[in-house]
C-alpha cells in the first residue's frame, strides 16, 4: 500500500515551453502533497506544498507564475513549469501524506527527470 | 525541527550489517526519528521511524539512544541493492502541513 506514481518519469522538452508533471496517489487519499527539486548531487529541496482544494503554498525563492501547482482532487497533483528554461532541468519529486495515519510518515512519487534543451 | 548530523559517506561489504548513525542533540520530547533512502535516480523510500523504543522491521532496526540524542540505523545483511543515500530526519508526529527536510544524508556504498 501507500504508493505514489509520478508522471511522465522523463521529459525532455525545448526552452519556453510549458511541461505539466502528475502525481497520483494510488491506494489513498492523500491530504497533502508535497513537490520537491534535486539538482545533481544535491539533497532534496522543497518547491511547495498543496492540501487539496486550496492553493499551495510556495518556499521562498520559488516563484508560483513559473511553477503552477493544482491539487484538484485527493488523489492528484500536478506541477505545472511554464516557460521552461535550461535551468529549470532537474529530477522533480513529488511526496503525499497519507491522510488518516496518526504518525507522519511521507510517501515519496519516483521523480520525474526534466530536461529543457 | 530538530537538527541532524550524519557521516558523508560510508562503506559496507556486502552481507555485513551496515550501521549508519545520526546525531539529533536538539531533538525536543515529542520529536521522532525517520529514516529514509534514495537509491540513484528514484524517489526517496520510507525505511523506519521511532521515538525512544528501538523499532525493527523487514527492512531495517533503528536503535535510539536513551538520551535520544543519537541513533543508529542498522541494515542486518546488506546488498549491493542497499546502496543508497540514506536521509536520518527528526520531526514532530503530528505536524500534518509540513515537509521533511532533507540535510545531506550519508551515501552508503555496499562493496562486493
Known amino acids: 500500500g501507500a504508493v505514489v506514481s509520478q508522471h511522465p518519469s522523463w521529459v525532455i522538452c525545448k526552452s519556453g515551453t510549458s511541461v505539466k508533471i502528475e502525481c497520483r496517489s494510488l491506494?489513498?487519499?492523500?491530504?497533502?502533497m508535497f513537490w520537491y527539486r534535486q539538482f545533481p548531487k544535491q539533497s532534496l529541496m522543497l518547491m511547495a506544498t498543496s492540501n487539496e482544494g486550496s492553493k499551495a503554498t510556495y518556499e521562498q525563492g520559488v516563484e508560483k507564475d513559473k511553477f503552477l501547482i493544482n491539487h484538484a482532487s485527493l488523489t492528484l497533483s500536478t506541477l505545472t513549469v511554464t516557460s521552461a528554461h535550461p535551468e529549470d532541468s532537474s529530477f522533480y519529486i513529488c511526496s503525499a501524506r497519507v491522510r488518516g495515519r496518526l504518525y507522519n510518515e511521507q510517501f515519496f512519487g519516483p521523480g520525474t527527470r526534466l530536461t529543457v534543451l | 525541527d530538530a537538527k541532524t548530523t550524519q557521516p558523508t559517506s560510508m562503506d559496507c561489504a556486502e552481507g555485513r550489517a551496515a550501521n549508519l548513525p545520526c546525531n539529533h542533540s536538539t531533538i525536543s520530547g515529542n520529536e521522532y526519528v525517520y529514516w529514509y533512502r534514495q537509491i540513484h535516480s528514484q524517489g526517496p523510500q520510507y525505511i523506519i521511524h521511532g521515538l525512544k523504543n528501538n523499532e525493527t522491521n523487514e527492512m531495517a532496526s533503528l536503535i535510539i539512544t536513551e538520551d535520544r540524542k543519537s541513533s543508529t540505523l542498522i541494515l542486518p545483511h546488506a546488498t549491493l541493492r542497499d546502496t543508497a543515500v540514506y536521509y536520518c530526519?527528526?520531526?514532530?508526529?503530528?505536524?500534518?502541513?509540513?515537509?521533511?527536510?532533507f540535510g545531506p544524508g550519508t551515501r552508503l556504498s555496499v562493496l562486493p
Open positions: 530526519i527528526v520531526r514532530v508526529a503530528n505536524n500534518y502541513g509540513q515537509n521533511f527536510v
Open positions: 491506494d489513498f487519499q492523500a491530504t497533502t
